[in-house]
């Protein structure tokens, strides 16, 4: 019933850039909160950060004044821009969203994930 794809992943040097999208589609009525996960190989997958439908944004310490989330209401879309990357950001990056189906029904949506490695 929705799908989410998300695209922007790759190999970056230390210091460098990346910019994730994730991008919602289907039988979708309206998107609430989006956000961006990690999952770093045998660790824990962690919130990055979220936004609500209104742009009010929340983000994991470690990534605080490096990374930004955005999103476009009327594209279903979010998302991560990752500014002065480090080793430790290292991981698969996964989106989510609350949804509200045509349907009315409501779900919780994972799109498969992004690599995303910075090395040098």
């Known amino acids: 019933q929705v799908q989410v794809v998300e695209s922007g992943g790759g190999l970056v040097q230390p210091g460098g850039s990346l910019r994730l999208s994730c991008a919602a589609s289907g039988s979708i009525f309206r998107i609430y909160a989006m956000g961006w996960y990690r999952q770093a190989p045998g660790k824990q997958r962690e919130l990055v950060a979220n936004i609500s439908r209104g742009g009010s944004t929340n983000y994991v310490d470690s990534v605080k004044g490096r990374f930004t989330i955005s999103r476009d209401n009327a594209k279903n879309t979010v998302y991560l821009q990752m500014n002065s990357l480090k080793p430790e950001d290292t991981a698969v990056y996964f989106c989510?969203?609350?949804?509200?189906?045509?349907?009315?029904?409501?779900?919780?949506?994972w799109g498969q994930g992004t690599q995303v490695t910075v090395s040098s």
């Open positions: 989510n969203a609350d949804v509200r189906l045509v349907s009315m029904q409501t779900g919780n949506y």
